[in-house]
């Protein structure tokens, strides 16, 4: 081959590295460039997740201050006028009352530093307490689960078996000996499960603690198809033996008196109307029934409650929930007792409406 064409060959060999550099500079630009950006957004949407996270938090502590307040008045407690006193001051406008957060388990929307929030106050006094609640109750809330709310349906003898193996298995669980009842199961019997593990053999901490008794299926825990399940029903933090009528929802009612979800929801709606009719037919179903049920249901002001507060400042992908269980009764701190504290708690639900130009100005 001649000196020229040899030098010919060099240039085209030469040509083709030049164009797979550049294009290697090229796709490096173009990832660092998204890098860049990627980073950038990470950056705005911290941000943006830290304000909405701090904007759910205004929103939890002023209805916790407002629910200890509003309590505090219908106890007849004096409020402090004194600002360099601790505690917790009374307000001066008698109608703010009216802006109070209810604890009636549904969202309500606030406002603070220009972002929007939702809260949602529970009295966990309106379900039953799961570490105090006797055989008897529990026997009826278990019987009336298991037959979907209708009181009038019969039960068999293996569903009648069912409910009683339950009810010993729950007591078994939180009794402090290794003494099994009746029907009941102790660490012989979970020992000897696939996956063992011990009795708790004390207090359930958790709902969810349930799902490991025996003879409770994830649909009683859970409920479907109207009915609700056993977490809808029992809290772990109620240290009283009755039921507030006042602020039990519609599972708790539809538990105890053994009736449909659509009677519930109608019962729930005349609490709303008209709150005297409403316990005088809750204490009449009640007493026809089951006395006990009608000595469990009573009217008084919560004092544990969960608050769930959630908040979004502008972008749906910067979501932010908190959610506390407060004591509003102790004696031991000025002010709410936090017994609970979830930072940072899963999302759910939608999200709140956005601001409008009209709200803004």
Request: proline content about 4%; overall charge negative.
């Amino acid at each position: 081959m001649s000196r020229t064409g040899r030098r010919r060959g060099e240039r085209g060999v030469a040509l083709l590295v030049v164009l797979w550099v550049f294009m290697i500079l090229g796709v490096l630009a173009l990832d660092f460039a998204r890098y860049m950006r990627d980073d950038a957004m990470a950056t705005v949407n911290f941000a943006e997740e830290t304000r909405g996270y701090y904007v759910a938090l205004a929103g939890m502590n002023h209805v916790i201050f407002d629910a200890q307040q509003a309590r505090d008045r219908s106890l007849g407690v004096p409020a402090s006028t004194d600002d360099n006193k601790p505690g917790l001051h009374m307000k001066d406008d008698e109608d703010e009352d009216e802006n109070n957060i209810p604890a009636d388990g549904q969202w309500h929307d606030g406002t603070f530093a220009g972002g929007k929030y939702q809260v949602r106050l529970t009295d966990e006094g309106g379900r039953i307490a799961l570490n105090r609640v006797d055989d008897l109750i529990l026997t009826e809330v278990v019987t009336n689960l298991l037959r979907g709310g209708n009181k009038t349906k019969g039960m068999n003898v293996h569903e009648t078996q069912a409910v009683a193996e339950i009810v010993d298995a729950i007591l078994d669980w939180r009794d402090v000996d290794n003494l099994k009842r009746l029907h009941g199961a102790e660490n012989e019997y979970y020992l000897s499960l696939k996956h063992p593990y011990h009795a708790k053999q004390g207090w359930f901490d958790s709902p969810e603690e349930l799902l490991l008794v025996r003879g409770i299926t994830p649909e009683l825990y859970y409920g479907g198809d109207g009915v609700p399940g056993l977490r809808d029903v029992f809290s772990v933090y109620s240290r009283s033996g009755t039921v507030n009528v006042k602020t039990a929802p519609a599972a708790v009612l539809q538990a105890l008196l053994g009736i449909e979800a659509a009677d519930v929801k109608e019962l729930v709606d005349l609490r709303d109307a008209d709150g005297d009719a409403f316990a005088s037919f809750v204490q009449s179903q009640a007493t026809s029934g089951d006395p006990r049920i009608a000595g469990l249901l009573v009217a008084q002001e919560p004092s544990i409650v969960t608050i769930e507060a959630r908040a979004d400042v502008s972008d749906p992908r910067n979501q932010s929930r908190v959610e506390a269980v407060a004591d509003l009764s102790s004696e031991v701190a000025e002010g709410a007792k936090i017994i609970r504290w979830i930072d940072r708690a899963p999302w759910s639900g939608p999200l709140p409406a956005p601001e409008t130009e009209q709200e803004s100005s």
